[in-house]
Structure formats: structure tokens, C-alpha cells
């Protein structure tokens, strides 16, 4: 009785053991990225992006952060006046056009904005440049990683060659890391819930910036995280008091019933990096 393989050359032996050996299943489980993007390798892929970072920032003896929220979209001050001019130009010769009317009130608002970018980079120089002296990593800025405020944070940072974190995250616009992120300490999530883990695993406060969807999300997840006592009671700081006091109404929702008037007090309203440093330093050093 013979068998198919019976008078193999070393040849076609050779080329039948390549041949296994470039096939998906032989992959090293952990080396086999279509593996681990299937659905039910979920709780591995929450488990890696918790690791992950958790691993780095403990080797770089960060003990502790100061979380900063806030938009994507406000520019820094130069680039702002740039762009209104430029709009402006148009509008010389197009006054009627809505769509013109239209992107020079944006332009005019957006430096108007401008200067929380400016606020935003001397609160993370001050704090940067106090708590990270001697070897020490404590306060460290921590931001979503992108531009706006988040890069105006981190270059406050970068400015005195301290170390600040950026936690990206890939969305449908892809979205790259500003330049001023510690690289060592710059990560990209898939999963928000795991973002958000890490922006208040280590957070000693919090400062939120005038934002949208993105910065409201993460403001109010943290004030219910501390109302509820799921996490320590920290600062949690609002530059710019007329854009929240309309955006953020605490005392209707007082008056409502909706929250009480302790949870009000959760929060702190100031208008500039000086005083958000006040606010911290009040509630850690009374």
C-alpha cells in the first residue's frame, strides 16, 4: 500500500513546509494581529491598552497628574489672527456672500478663544515647573493628545523641558499626536473607557478649558465619578467663566433639584492659569 507522500523530493518537501509555515494558524497567537482584532479577543485588547501605559508612565516614577480638557479647535493666538485676516480679505470683496458673513464671525470667535490656548500653556508650565524638580514626577500634565488646548497644555510643559502625557485615540478623521507630547509617554487607544481609566488613574485635579462633546463628556463622567465617591475628592477647575456659566448652568440644576448644593460646590469657576493654580494648591495645601 503506498501513500500520496510516498517519494516526496526533499524539493516538494520543503515547499509543502513553507507553505504551512506562512499560514495564519501557525502564527504565534500573540504575533497574529488578525487574531487578536476578532471580536471575542475584546477583554485581551482592554487588558493590553490598560498595560500598556500603566507599565511606561510607572517607569517614569509619575506618581501623580493634573488632567487638562478642552477643544480641539481653539488656536493659538497668532494663527487665529492670521486666519481672521484672511477671512477679512475675503469679505472685502464678497460682503453680501452668508457664507463669508458667516466664517468671519467664526474667525472672530475663534480669537476671542485664542487666549484660553495661552491660558492653557502657562497653567502647564507653572505647574510643571514647580512639581517636577529633583527627580520628581508629581503634577504631571496629562492630555487627550491632539491640538487646541490639549497641545497648548503639553507645550506648556515641553517650553521648560519637563514631561507631559498625551492619550490619543484613533477615531474616524484620524487624529495624530501634537509634537509637544513626551514621546515616551504619548499612547493611542482604540477604547474610550480605557482612556478614560487612565486620564484619572493618577489624577490629583482636574482643569477643563472651554470645549464640546468631547471635553463635556469627560468633565461630567469625572464630577459623577467624585460625587459618587468612586474616586478621591480632587479640584475640579472651569477656565472661563462666561463660557460655562451658560454652558454649564450648576445653579439651575440646584434650583431644579437635580443636583445638590454640595455637588455645586464640586467645581471651581476662574478666568486664568494663575488662579487655577490658586485652587489646586488651596485644596492640597490647606
Known amino acids: 500500500m503506498s501513500f500520496p507522500s510516498d517519494g516526496l523530493s526533499e524539493v516538494e518537501r520543503e515547499r509543502l513546509t ?14 497574529d494581529p488578525d487574531f487578536l482584532q476578532e471580536d471575542d479577543l475584546r477583554p485581551v485588547r482592554l487588558q493590553l491598552e490598560l498595560l500598556k501605559p500603566e507599565r511606561a508612565i510607572a517607569a517614569h516614577n509619575v506618581t501623580s497628574t493634573i488632567v487638562v480638557y478642552g477643544s480641539a479647535r481653539i488656536l493659538p493666538p497668532a494663527l487665529a489672527a492670521e486666519r481672521l485676516r484672511a477671512v477679512e480679505a475675503q469679505a472685502e470683496t464678497n460682503a453680501t456672500d452668508p457664507a463669508i458673513a458667516r466664517a468671519l464671525l467664526e474667525a472672530r470667535k475663534r480669537v ?8 492653557s500653556r502657562r497653567f502647564a508650565r507653572i505647574v510643571s515647573e514647580n512639581c517636577q524638580v529633583a527627580g520628581r514626577c508629581d503634577f504631571v500634565v496629562v492630555t487627550g493628545g491632539g491640538p ?18 498625551g492619550l490619543n485615540i484613533t477615531l ?6 501634537n509634537p509637544f507630547i513626551t514621546p515616551e509617554l504619548c499612547f493611542q487607544f482604540r477604547y474610550f473607557a480605557l482612556r478614560k481609566m487612565h486620564f484619572l488613574m493618577r489624577a490629583r485635579a482636574l482643569v477643563a478649558f472651554p470645549g464640546g462633546f468631547g471635553t463635556m463628556d469627560e468633565l461630567f463622567e469625572t464630577l459623577t465619578l467624585v460625587q459618587t465617591g468612586k474616586v478621591q475628592r480632587m479640584p475640579i477647575v472651569m477656565v472661563g467663566a462666561a463660557f460655562w456659566r451658560r454652558a454649564v448652568n450648576l445653579d439651575f440644576l440646584v434650583d431644579e433639584g437635580m443636583i445638590s448644593p454640595a455637588d455645586a460646590e464640586l467645581v471651581s469657576i476662574v478666568e486664568t492659569a494663575e488662579e487655577a493654580v490658586a485652587v489646586i494648591q488651596g485644596f492640597y495645601l490647606s
Open 172 to 177: 474616524p478623521h484620524e487624529q495624530a499626536p
Open 148 to 165: 487646541g488646548i490639549m497641545e497648548a497644555a503639553n507645550r506648556g510643559a515641553f517650553d521648560i523641558n519637563a514631561r507631559s502625557i
Open 18 to 31: 513553507a507553505a504551512i509555515q506562512r499560514n495564519p494558524s501557525y502564527r504565534l497567537a500573540n504575533r
Open 112 to 119: 476671542d478663544y485664542s487666549r484660553y490656548y495661552e491660558e
